[in-house]
């Protein structure tokens, strides 16, 4: 789980753990996904998964609590 700041530091932090290992799913939690004024950031996660992990299906979950289940559906 990489929790990020919603700052400048948000892209350095995801690519790197986007660089730690080759994915076979990203889940892209609901805490940038669902509110709308984090729809820019969304947009920016989901084209640093695809450009870094182009190989990872991409989940989304809820909360941090149904991470694995959202993961589970892709593997």
Known sequence: M????LDESAEPAIVAA???HDW?????GGGIRKPEPLLPLFEQVVNLVH???PK????????GGDSVEAAKRWL
């Open 51 to 53: 450009r870094h992990a």
């Open 2 to 5: 990489t929790l990020i700041e």
């Open 56 to 63: 990872a299906a991409i989940a989304f979950n809820t909360s």
């Open 24 to 28: 076979d799913v990203v889940v892209i």
């Open 18 to 20: 986007l660089s730690e």
